[in-house]
Structure formats: structure tokens, C-alpha cells
Nanobody
């Protein structure tokens, strides 16, 4: 079993910053693309940012220039640095990862439990 554990959410004023972390643990041979998604009540979960194992990144238009995704492959951890936060960034943030448990195994996908980010105006 592979688990993703997020941390770093909380309450911040508009214009402030937060850094989210997500650590993967369990039986892991390799981790491919990792990413952050967010969801608000009544809405579908949406992509925030993704990063491949070599470091290629992709961002939602709404966060470009404000958020930075990075990863530490040695620690199986992905980060999301969020700057210039806006009330519209308020959501539950979820970590996601594609991984292989062993050589030759197919890729599997796993979600974290989510961490809440609240941005006050």
C-alpha cells in the first residue's frame, strides 16, 4: 500500500503565502508524475499543478506566476509553494501520484486525504 500524507494547509490573509508538502510512503519502486489538485464544495476537483519525475511542470492558468510546484525524489515528496494567495484559492488541496510498486508492475494512482487552505480577504 502506498500512502500520501499532506501537510501545510491553514488560514492565511490575502496576499500571504503557504507551502504544502506531500510525502509518499509504502512499497514504492518509482514515482512518476505528482500533482496538486483542489476542490471546493459543489465543484469538481481541478488541477492546480503537476510535475514529472525529471521536473517538467504544468500549471493551471489561475495560479501561474503565483504557485510553484517542486519535488524531492530522494524523499518521495512534492511541494506546492503558494504566494500572493487570493480568497478564490480557498479550497481543499489534494496530492496525487502515479507510482510503480516493483520493476515491471503497472502504474497505479493514489490520492492524499487533503489539506484545507483558507484565504481571508
Amino acid at each position: 500500500q502506498v500512502r500520501l500524507v499532506e501537510s501545510g494547509g491553514g488560514l492565511v490573509q490575502a496576499g500571504g503565502s503557504l507551502r504544502l508538502s506531500c510525502a509518499a510512503s509504502g512499497t514504492i519502486f518509482s514515482i512518476g508524475r505528482m500533482g496538486w489538485y483542489r476542490q471546493t464544495p459543489g465543484k469538481q476537483r481541478e488541477l492546480v499543478a503537476t510535475i514529472t519525475a525529471p521536473g517538467t511542470t504544468n500549471y493551471a492558468e489561475s495560479v501561474k506566476g503565483r504557485f510553484t510546484i517542486s519535488r524531492d525524489n530522494a524523499k518521495n515528496t512534492v511541494y506546492l509553494q503558494m504566494n500572493s494567495l487570493k480568497p478564490l484559492d480557498t479550497a481543499d488541496y489534494y496530492c496525487n501520484a502515479w507510482f510503480r510498486e516493483s520493476v515491471g508492475s503497472s502504474e497505479s494512482n493514489v490520492w492524499g486525504q487533503g489539506t484545507q487552505v483558507t484565504v481571508s480577504s
